[in-house]
């Protein structure tokens, strides 16, 4: 796998940004989205609760280093990662892949799940992110999910335990899915073979490839590895979807898409 050396390309989406006129698309004062319009490039959520690690992750994932000093995201925090589609193929292409770091909380008031919904325009893809070490995150995802694809409202689902869960609702969903457990070094080692299982659980019901790792050691992410291997296919399947698909309602993100009830969710 090629290593890309680029310029870090970070920012950051507030509140106020919504209100002061500045691009829908890229949020930054005075329209920067010229400068990129000869790029072809990818949108991908990244959802889940506060303090399970989606800066450090997505730090990792877009510079390939450790994030010393991690802090609470406010609003949305937008970086890049360089990605070559089907690498060492007649085909290989290089993108851009935009991760947008959604911060707050799944249980928070209708005001800020309103503002967050502007964030869920246009994507492509979705990183669903967990602590391992912490149920009640991963049993959020699903809420999350929800709040993401249904971003017109608030969830409807309920969540009952061992329930039973409709896993076809997301096997029609043509926006891809990963899912990234963290913390997997802070697991007791008399609890990790349960933890897999319930991880498991939740790969099945998203119907997404699952990884798990330590934010802080980029060698669960290096090349070559099993977790290198589906990050790659996630990002060529996202690219897939929006730039090879025939289907125009699975070109633009999820905008014109089916809406997602849950009946109900299992998880033990």
Not at 6 to 24: A, E, F, H, N
Not at 141 to 159: F, K, M
Request: proline share 4%.
């Amino acid at each position: 796998m090629k290593q890309h050396v680029v310029k870090p390309i970070q920012w950051s989406i507030s509140q106020s940004d919504l209100t002061y006129g500045r691009c829908y698309c890229c949020f930054l004062p005075g329209c920067c989205c010229h400068k990129m319009a000869s790029l072809d490039r990818v949108k991908v959520l990244v959802l889940g609760d506060s303090g399970v690690g989606k800066s450090s992750l997505v730090h990792l994932l877009c510079q390939n280093q450790v994030l010393g000093n991690p802090s609470w995201t406010v609003g949305c925090s937008v970086d890049v990662r360089v990605h070559d589609y089907k690498e060492g193929t007649p085909e290989e292409k290089t993108y851009y892949t935009e991760l947008w770091d959604v911060g707050g909380s799944v249980g928070c008031v209708s005001s800020v799940k309103s503002t967050r919904a502007v964030f869920y325009n246009s994507v492509n893809g979705i990183i669903l992110v967990h602590d391992l070490t912490n149920k009640k995150s991963s049993q959020n995802l699903y809420r999350w999910s929800l709040e993401a694809l249904n971003r017109d409202s608030s969830p409807t689902g309920v969540i009952v335990s061992n329930g039973d869960y409709d896993r076809e609702q997301f096997a029609e969903n043509p926006v891809p899915l990963l899912l990234i457990g963290t913390k997997f070094d802070q697991i007791p080692d008399n609890k990790r073979s349960d933890v897999l299982t319930r991880t498991a659980f939740l790969s099945e019901d998203f119907n997404a490839e699952e990884i798990n790792l330590d934010c802080t050691n980029p060698r669960y992410l290096a090349a070559g590895t099993s977790n290198a291997v589906k990050l790659s296919r996630f990002f060529d399947k996202v690219i897939e979807k929006r730039y090879f698909t025939r289907d125009p309602s699975q070109m633009t993100g999820f905008t014109d898409r089916k809406r997602f009830n849950f009946k109900s969710l299992h998880y033990d």
